[in-house]
C-alpha cells in the first residue's frame, strides 16, 4: 500500500527496505547493514525484536541521498559564479 499522508506540512510516504535499496542503488544486505551500524537514513521500526518491520519516511531517503552529493570543480565554479553575479 502506498498511502501518502501530509507529514509536517510535506506530503510524503512510508517506503520498505527494498523500495529504500533500489532508490540508493545497493542491494538490500547493504541497507541491512547500513541500518544496523546506523549508518543510513532515519527509520521507523515497526514492533519489537529483531524481526520487527522497519520502514523509511521517503523524505529522510532523499535528505540523506542530498547531504551526500559531492560536487564536481566545473559544479562549485558554476555556483561561484552565479553568486557573485
Known amino acids: 500500500m502506498n498511502t501518502t499522508i501530509n507529514r509536517n506540512g ?3 510516504r512510508l517506503i520498505d ?14 541497507a541491512r547493514l547500513w541500518r544496523s551500524q546506523r549508518k543510513g537514513p532515519s527509520f521507523v521500526k515497526l514492533g519489537d525484536g529483531p524481526k520487527a518491520a522497519v520502514r523509511y ?10 547531504e551526500r552529493v559531492v560536487k564536481c570543480e566545473q559544479a562549485r565554479d558554476a555556483e561561484a559564479k552565479a553568486e557573485a553575479a
Open 10 to 12: 510535506v506530503e510524503d
Open 17 to 30: 527496505e527494498l523500495e529504500f535499496a533500489r532508490i540508493a542503488g545497493v542491494t538490500d544486505k547493504t
Open 57 to 66: 519516511w521517503l523524505s529522510e531517503v532523499m535528505r540523506w541521498l542530498d
